[in-house]
C-alpha cells in the first residue's frame, strides 16, 4: 500500500514537472519565433532597396535559414 503511494507521488511530481517544462519550452520557442520573423523582415526590407547580384546571392541564403529556422520555431 505504501509503495503505491510512493509511486503515486512520484508519477504526478513528474507530471506536474512535464507540465511546467512544456510552458517553459512553449515560452521560448515563441521568443525564438519572434525574433525569426523580426530578422525575416529585416532582410526582406534590405532587399526592396536593391541589391547586388553578390548581396542577393547573401540574401537568399539568409532567407533560406531563416526560414528553416521559422518552420522549427514557429510552426
Not at 519565433?33 to 532582410?43: A, G
Not at 541564403?61 to 521559422?70: A, E, I
Request: with cysteine; proline share 0%.
Amino acid at each position: 500500500m505504501q509503495n503505491h503511494t510512493i509511486l503515486i507521488s512520484f508519477l504526478s511530481v513528474l507530471m506536474f514537472f512535464g507540465i511546467e517544462m512544456a510552458y517553459a519550452s512553449s515560452s521560448k520557442k515563441k521568443e525564438k519565433c519572434e525574433k525569426v520573423n523580426d530578422k525575416i523582415t529585416k532582410v526582406q526590407n534590405k532587399m526592396r532597396n536593391g541589391y547586388t547580384t553578390k548581396q542577393g546571392v547573401k540574401y537568399h541564403k539568409q532567407l533560406n535559414k531563416l526560414y528553416k529556422q521559422q518552420f522549427e520555431y514557429c510552426i
